[in-house]
C-alpha cells in the first residue's frame, strides 16, 4: 500500500481494489474475489458532513450479477451475497484507515445477511456500505444492496470486524 498521508480516504479504496483484483492465480484457482471485480465498480463515496443525510462514512458499489455468482433458480447465491458484503464493507474502512487501525481492514467477528427479495442474474444493483463506528479494536459496518432501477433494499447486512493492525510506531 501507498503512503496513507498521501492518500484521500477513496483512493486508499480504489487502491484496496485494485492490491485485491492482482491477486495471483494460485495452482489454477484465482481468488473467489477476483471472479467479482469484472463485475463490480467503485460507484461514489461520503464522509460525514459532505452531503445532506449523510452521518457516516460510506461507500456505494456498482454490481452485476453475473451467472457464476448464481443458485439453482438462477438468483444471486446466498453465499456470494454474504462474500460480496464481507468484501465491500471491509473495503469501506479504508475510508478511515489511520496508521495503527484499521489499514489491513482487519477479520470478521460477525457478519449477519437478511434476504428480502431475489436477485436474479443480469441485475444491476448499488452495494451500498457504511462505517457505523470504527474504534481502535472493532467496528461495526452495515450493508444495503438495492436494485438499481427502482432503489428496492434486496439483501442487508450487519458486519462486526476487529482490527489486526500493529501499533503504530512511536518515535
Same mark, same amino acid.
Given at each position: 500500500?501507498?503512503?496513507?498521508?498521501?492518500?484521500?480516504?477513496?483512493?486508499?479504496?480504489?487502491?484496496?481494489?485494485?492490491?485485491?483484483?492482482?491477486?495471483?492465480?494460485?495452482? =489454477?484457482?484465482?481468488?473467489?474475489?477476483?471472479?467479482?471485480?469484472?463485475? #463490480?465498480? %467503485?460507484?461514489?463515496? !461520503?464522509? *460525514? /458532513?459532505?452531503?445532506?443525510?449523510?452521518?457516516?462514512?460510506?461507500?456505494?458499489?456498482?454490481?452485476?450479477?453475473?451467472?457464476?455468482?448464481?443458485?439453482?433458480?438462477?438468483?444471486?447465491?446466498? =453465499?456470494?451475497?454474504?462474500?460480496?458484503?464481507?468484501?465491500?464493507?471491509? #473495503?469501506? %474502512?479504508?475510508?478511515? !484507515?489511520? *496508521? /495503527?487501525?484499521?489499514?489491513?481492514?482487519?477479520?470478521?467477528?460477525?457478519?449477519?445477511?437478511?434476504?428480502?427479495?431475489?436477485?436474479?442474474?443480469?441485475?444491476?444493483?448499488?452495494?451500498?456500505?457504511?462505517?457505523?463506528?470504527?474504534?481502535?479494536?472493532?467496528?461495526?459496518?452495515?450493508?444495503?444492496?438495492?436494485?438499481?432501477?427502482? /432503489?428496492?433494499?434486496?439483501?442487508?447486512?450487519?458486519?462486526?470486524?476487529?482490527?489486526?493492525?500493529?501499533?503504530?510506531?512511536?518515535?
Amino acid at each position: 500500500m501507498s503512503d496513507e498521508k498521501e492518500l484521500t480516504p477513496e483512493e486508499r479504496l480504489v487502491e484496496w481494489m485494485g492490491l485485491i483484483a492482482g491477486f495471483p492465480d494460485t495452482k =489454477g484457482h484465482p481468488d473467489w474475489m477476483t471472479s467479482t471485480h469484472p463485475h #463490480l465498480t %467503485l460507484h461514489s463515496t !461520503a464522509m *460525514p /458532513g459532505t452531503a445532506p443525510g449523510v452521518h457516516h462514512p460510506t461507500a456505494t458499489f456498482a454490481f452485476t450479477v453475473p451467472p457464476s455468482h448464481a443458485n439453482g433458480l438462477n438468483n444471486l447465491h446466498g =453465499g456470494a451475497a454474504a462474500s460480496l458484503f464481507d468484501y465491500t464493507t471491509s #473495503l469501506s %474502512l479504508a475510508l478511515v !484507515a489511520r *496508521p /495503527g487501525a484499521w489499514q489491513h481492514l482487519g477479520v470478521s467477528r460477525t457478519l449477519n445477511v437478511t434476504y428480502l427479495r431475489p436477485v436474479p442474474v443480469g441485475t444491476h444493483v448499488l452495494v451500498e456500505c457504511e462505517v457505523v463506528a470504527a474504534g481502535r479494536v472493532l467496528s461495526a459496518l452495515r450493508g444495503t444492496i438495492r436494485r438499481r432501477s427502482d /432503489g428496492a433494499i434486496l439483501v442487508v447486512c450487519e458486519h462486526q470486524k476487529f482490527n489486526t493492525d500493529p501499533p503504530p510506531a512511536k518515535m
